[in-house]
């Protein structure tokens, strides 16, 4: 089984701060990783796949990076909006998904 | 419109039984895997199993906390992915969505809205 584990778990930051979630897999998994955002009450929505894709109708201040073993979400201006929890995922084995991080308004 | 819609959900007692379904429109059905992830509240996302297309033989798989109790089953006829939950446990109560990768690109692109499974008695 590969594990991902996110850091950190809670992030607490301001509108227009850049923030950084990492991503960790316990084995190598390639470019195979993709991020969620979820808000309270809805389904997780697709933010990036391959690592570093950014899926149709994502603004453009969302950002992924790496590759193998670490990877990164990179929110490069953060909006009201954008005040919700995050989650890393691969398909390589199961279970895919990284234990989330919650971005709160400071 | 490309989308997917869970129903099902209730409440069932510990030991009880309960079928989910997921209809499937806007895309090729038959051609994806169709996945269950659930989510208890206040926690993160667990996945459940999924199927494969009929290309892939229908191949199953399910995570250890569901194996032997869970069965996942599709009607491509009816573009329909289900989900068969026996001897349920309190363990079980969560919002259940139905999700697959129309892009072949190794991620959720399409979710449910969910249908909340609780388990009391």
């Known amino acids: 089984d590969i594990q991902l584990t996110q850091s950190p778990s809670f992030l607490s930051a301001s509108v227009g701060d850049r923030v950084t979630i990492t991503c960790r897999a316990s084995q190598g998994i390639s470019s195979y990783l993709a991020w969620y955002q979820q808000k309270p009450g809805k389904a997780p929505k697709l933010l990036i796949y391959a690592a570093s894709t950014l899926q149709s109708g994502v603004p453009s201040r969302f950002s992924g990076s790496g590759s193998g073993t670490e990877f990164t979400l990179t929110i490069s201006s953060l909006q009201p909006e954008d005040f919700a929890t995050y989650y890393c995922q691969q398909l390589n084995s199961y279970p895919p998904f990284g234990g989330g991080t919650k971005v709160e308004i400071k | 419109e490309v989308q997917l819609v869970e129903s099902g959900g209730g409440l069932v007692q510990p030991g009880g039984s309960l079928k989910l379904s997921c209809a499937a429109s806007?895309?090729?059905?038959?051609?994806?895997?169709m996945h269950w992830v659930r989510q208890a509240s206040g926690k993160g996302l667990e996945w459940v199993g999924r199927?494969?297309?009929?290309?892939?033989?229908?191949?199953?798989a399910y995570a250890a906390s569901v194996k032997g109790r869970f069965t996942i089953s599709r009607d491509d006829s009816k573009n329909t992915a289900y989900l068969q939950m026996n001897s349920l446990k309190t363990e079980d109560t969560a919002v259940y969505y139905c999700?697959?990768?129309?892009?072949?690109?190794?991620?959720?692109?399409?979710w449910g809205q969910g249908t909340m499974v609780t388990v009391s008695s």
């Open positions: 999700t697959t990768d129309t892009a072949m690109a190794y991620a959720f692109d399409i």
């Open positions: 199927i494969r297309s009929k290309a892939n033989s229908y191949a199953t």
């Open positions: 806007g895309f090729t059905f038959s051609g994806s895997a």
